[in-house]
């Protein structure tokens, strides 16, 4: 996989397959992974995809806010509404809570693996959860005027849906940051 990483007109972006194809393709122009990321560790787990054209938003294809680095999503015992994934064609779409740092790293969940660049999200009984071939996929919530941001990235997890193995995402606020440095956006 690491060759294609270095070859980005081997890959395509598709928009809108999930909900009402026929879906929209664009063409990579560029990868940019972050400096810090080291196969096969999860840290720093996050990568920006430059598209050959621009995206037009559709019914189908919607927009998804950025977070500032200040921004807060509270875990599932505050009143913070629920995230949603989406990812591959087997996942179309779950609904999982957000799980606080705390509570994952617990020696029964994942043991302080989970670094301060990281989010859990599932339920501590399992249930639902991303598995393989989600990763990448988006975690997102809306805000009370049902703007929708995206708050994680799917990036690993113990197998699927298994109790006290939430999904771990990339936390997109921390890297909010090193998104600007990159884009200017």
């Known amino acids: 996989m690491h060759s294609h990483l270095s070859h980005p007109q081997k890959w395509t972006a598709t ?33 920006l995809v430059q598209l050959s054209k621009r995206v037009e ?11 500032e680095p200040s921004q807060t999503f509270l875990p599932e015992s505050t009143r913070r509404p629920v995230c949603y994934i989406n990812g591959s064609s087997d996942l179309l ?8 740092s705390n509570t994952c790293n617990r020696k029964e969940v994942y043991d302080g693996d989970i670094t301060p660049r990281m989010l859990c999200a599932g ?8 598995c393989q071939g989600d990763s990448g996929g988006p975690l997102v919530t809306p ?6 941001y995206l708050v994680g990235i ?8 298994k109790p ?22």
Do not use: Q
């Open 15 to 47: 928009f809108g397959a999930l909900l009402k194809p026929p879906s929209l393709k664009r063409p990579v122009k560029t990868i940019i992974i972050h400096e810090k990321y080291r196969y096969p560790e999860h840290d720093y787990d996050i990568a």
């Open 154 to 161: 799917v990036s690993w997890g113990d197998e699927c849906a």
């Open 57 to 67: 938003f559709t019914s189908s294809i919607h927009r998804v806010c950025l977070p």
């Open 93 to 100: 779409e779950a609904t999982v809570k957000l799980i606080d």
């Open 143 to 148: 805000d009370s005027r049902l703007m929708w």
């Open 123 to 130: 339920y501590l009984e399992g249930g639902v959860d991303a």
């Open 164 to 185: 006290n193995k939430p999904g771990v995402y990339t936390r997109v606020t921390y890297f909010r940051d090193w998104i600007t440095s990159k884009t200017g956006i």
